[in-house]
């Protein structure tokens, strides 16, 4: 199953098997998001880990950070992130936020996609400092990219998203058992975009 979002102002909430997910197309004004995106450039401090696969290392295709409300680290694919401090940009992005989704996030990864050379390849947010069936709330600024998810059993149920600029992706629900995404690469030539994952990390 293949579905295309086009632009609207209602969520969108589409039926899928195993799953809850919203999408506001335009959760901020263009002018907002720009603000927004030109912050976050400049203020956050960007690093690029090295990722382990196969054996294999060599340097994450994006930059990252991890802010948080507390100390508590993250870990995925053989990376351990230690928190910076929730900016005040942060804080104003997660308040809009808690207007539509309650959950108490405590923590935000973002990751910086400077080109479509960078990518997210397949993967859950399921890693145990999560909990059990976690809500994860997505922000996009900057440059559209495609947002693919595929189920883990179901080989027919896919979906394809455009994220836009000041897009918000609610995933909640068994999601993150039963499904995975992914940021792929592109050759078309593209800006930069940046993608904030606010996630509740527990102790």
């Known amino acids: ?5 086009s632009n609207t102002n209602e969520p969108w909430q589409p039926k899928l098997p195993d799953a809850e997910l919203t999408y506001y197309s335009t959760f901020w004004t ?4 720009d603000i927004l995106y030109s912050k976050l450039l400049k203020e956050i401090p960007w690093r690029q880990d090295p990722i382990t696969v196969f054996g294999k290392t060599y340097p994450q295709p994006r930059l990252t950070s991890l802010h948080s409300v507390n100390k508590e680290p993250y870990s995925y694919s053989g990376i351990k992130m230690n928190p910076e401090p929730m900016t005040e940009t942060l804080e104003r992005i997660l308040s809009k936020i808690k207007t539509v989704e309650q959950n108490k996030f405590t923590s ?3 990751n910086q996609y400077r080109d479509g050379k960078d990518s997210n390849g397949w993967h859950s947010d399921d890693e145990k400092e999560l909990g059990i069936n976690p809500i994860i709330a997505s922000v996009s600024l900057g440059e559209e990219r495609f947002f693919h998810l595929k189920h883990k059993k179901d080989k027919t149920q896919r979906l394809k998203i455009k994220l836009e600029h000041g897009s918000l992706l609610i995933m909640g629900g068994t999601m993150q058992e039963n499904w995975q995404h992914q940021i792929a690469k592109t050759k078309r030539e593209i800006d930069s975009r940046i993608n904030l994952t606010f996630r509740k990390i527990l102790k």
């Open 108 to 110: 935000v990864l973002l």
């Open 1 to 5: 199953m293949l579905e295309l979002f």
């Open 30 to 33: 263009k002018e907002e998001a």
